[in-house]
């Protein structure tokens, strides 16, 4: 965590009630929102990121209904997406894990993503980490959730550099939560 604590990173704990989530941003935060398309329904996602240095974090929620779509069929097209954006000798490879919700008493939430490493669609060299859940509250709402930390460097970065911004990317991973 004391690598990860810089004049840049100013961590701050931001609660999103209307997207259901507390999460853990280095800078304050901004919002906006995107439209997406899938399976010729188009989903809103809306996007709470900041930017710490040259390093994005962000955490996108999007709504769906389960009567029309299914979450892991959004979350399948969103990986083999997201797998495209950074070229290197080592395929992907999804990893798995549980995410605690901020709710009491708490749950745990299976979630799947990728830890990624290589030459992004400029050419640099970058680190990106990104994770997708589903969620379904107590009203039956649903949500995926993507939590995204970019870091771009202009050359291949050391094991130090590597090591400072991994601490960075786990600190803001770790401090998400959905209610």
Known sequence: MMAA??????????????????????AKATFEQQTIRFQEVDLT??????????????????PFDKKILNGSSIMDWMQSNTAKLIQSQIPPQSITFEI???????????????????LGPDGHYRIYWVRWMVRTNEAGESKIY??????PFKSTP????????????????MGFKPD
């Open 5 to 26: 604590c810089t004049a840049a990173f100013n961590w701050r704990e931001v609660r999103v009630d209307e997207q259901g989530f507390t999460a853990l941003f280095p």
């Open 45 to 62: 996602m809306t996007m709470a990121a900041a930017m710490a240095e040259d390093s994005l974090f962000a955490v996108g929620a999007m």
């Open 100 to 118: 605690k919700t901020a709710s009491t008493p708490a749950t745990f939430i299976p979630a799947q993503g990728f830890n990624l490493k290589g």
């Open 146 to 151: 993507q939590l995204s930390a970019l870091k």
């Open 158 to 173: 050391n094991e130090e550099e590597q090591k400072v911004i991994i601490d960075q990317f786990e600190t803001f991973m």
